[in-house]
């Protein structure tokens, strides 16, 4: 049986530039809609494309809770938690179509 996961993840413009957290149950598809600029929305406007951060959760609860915690975290603890999952800041897109 194939259990539906949930990610958590950090898209940014650049490294030492603006953030955007969010919540999906297809990171693949959710991120073809940020790159291709199908939604309307804060990403759209200010050209937030890499995905620089996931982490997968077994239950949208989890997934929610864990999405509203980072989005309070300041700048800081956001760049450690993604220097370490990917110091080298490169688009994790491409790890999801292979």
């Known amino acids: ?3 539906k ?4 993840y ?9 953030f955007y957290v969010g919540v999906t149950s297809d990171l693949g598809k959710r991120m073809w809609e940020h790159k ?6 804060f990403t759209k406007k200010y050209d937030i494309k890499t995905l620089v951060y996931y982490e997968v959760h077994d239950t949208a609860e989890n997934a ?23 110091p080298d800041w490169r688009d994790l897109y491409e790890d999801l179509q292979a």
């Open 10 to 18: 950090i898209l940014a413009k650049a490294r030492n530039s603006t």
């Open 1 to 3: 049986m194939n259990e």
């Open 36 to 41: 291709t600029g199908a939604v309307e929305g």
């Open 64 to 86: 929610f809770i864990r999405e509203k915690r980072l989005k309070k975290w300041n700048r800081i603890w956001k760049m450690r938690i993604i220097e370490e999952m990917n």
């Open 5 to 8: 996961k949930f990610y958590v």
